[in-house]
């Protein structure tokens, strides 16, 4: 079980295009296991390792459509562990408002609990709300991960897509899609010691958050010795916003090159790619790397 959801086999990366002397790689984490792909096992890798040892619940935090939550319970059903998932809106205690990612994340033995939005939003500025310390007292033995999965063992696992690229492929630039940015940190980290004048360039998908920076060098411990960059003008209106001119974008590059991507990040990421391509330099040949890092789980079929 460990060798199938935590084995050493590295994704792909292929040729995608090449723009403006920029030649253009996909990794394709999206691959890297059928129901827990992408950032969220680099992320939840360790902290699963540590469960098993230590016979320990997963309990973490989402909303309806979470990728994370997806990547959590299923990661519990392959690795024999318990999940618990606490969930932003009180409303869904009534499953027949569950979308796709809770009725999956239900039948793969994750333990549900509801909580409103106000509570929810609480937790992020006094983390012992009362309510929320509630519901973690009922499984005294666990390990509390936040939302999305940042944490300390996730930098080590992010960490690792930067030690794999560094044996595929040589690169003067990654590009990945940011939420929390977590898994940024980590492979800044993982760039510090396995390619170290590699740039790494992340695409925040959220609309002015001026807190992605900030947790960035918070979590990194080698934010002074990479170089790395933010870029905040690709959000399209904000998380989950999907207007005409992204879906139109997503339809075409799915068509032209049979890569799916998913409208919250991985398709604003391909957008940001080439609009960089377009507008760097035309005299200087790179080899610039895209990570893909799933979420194809959240996509309306
Ligand atoms: C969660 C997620 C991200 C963002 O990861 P962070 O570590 O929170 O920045 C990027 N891509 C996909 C597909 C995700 O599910």
């Not at 994704?11 to 996909?26: F, Q």
């Not at 939840?44 to 990547?71: C, D, E, M, V, W």
């Not at 392959?78 to 239900?106: H, M, N, P």
């Not at 390990?143 to 690792?160: F, H, M, R, T, W």
Request: glycine share 8%; net charge neutral; hydrophobic share 40%.
């Amino acid at each position: 079980m460990r060798d199938v959801l935590l084995g050493g086999q590295l994704t792909p990366v292929v040729y995608l295009t090449t723009i403006n002397d920029k030649s253009i790689y996909v990794k394709q984490d999206y691959l890297n296991h059928a129901e827990v792909s992408g950032n969220k096992l680099r992320k939840l890798k360790y902290s699963l390792l540590r469960a098993q040892a230590l016979k320990q619940t997963l309990l973490s935090f989402g909303g309806a459509y979470s990728n994370h939550i997806a990547a959590l319970a299923a990661a519990g059903k392959y690795c024999q562990l318990q999940t618990v998932g606490i969930i932003r809106g009180e409303e869904l205690s009534d499953t027949s408002r569950w979308g796709k990612t809770l009725r999956k994340a239900s039948n793969d033995g994750m333990k549900l609990h509801f909580v409103s939005r106000k509570i929810y939003r609480e937790k992020e500025i006094y983390p012992h709300v009362v309510d929320i310390q509630n519901i973690i007292e009922q499984y005294p033995n666990s390990i509390v991960i936040p939302e999305g999965g940042s944490n300390q063992l996730s930098l080590l696992g992010s960490a690792e897509i930067v030690q794999e690229l560094a044996k595929q492929i040589d690169m003067q630039k990654i590009f990945l899609a940011c939420g929390t940015g977590g898994t940024m940190a980590g492979v800044i980290d993982g760039a510090s010691k396995y390619a170290p004048s590699c740039d790494i360039v992340g695409i925040s998908v959220l609309k002015n958050n001026a807190e992605l920076t900030k947790s960035i060098t918070r979590l990194s411990s080698a934010c002074e010795e990479v170089s790395w960059t933010v870029y905040h003008e690709y959000s399209f209106g904000g998380y989950a916003k999907s207007p005409p001119e992204l879906m139109a974008f997503m339809d075409d590059f799915e068509c032209r090159y049979a890569i799916p991507l998913d409208p919250i990040y991985t398709a604003k990421l391909f957008f940001a790619v080439f609009d960089r391509a377009k507008t760097a330099a035309p005299d200087t040949p790179e080899t610039w790397v895209v990570y893909h890092s799933g979420g194809l789980q959240g996509r309306k079929v």
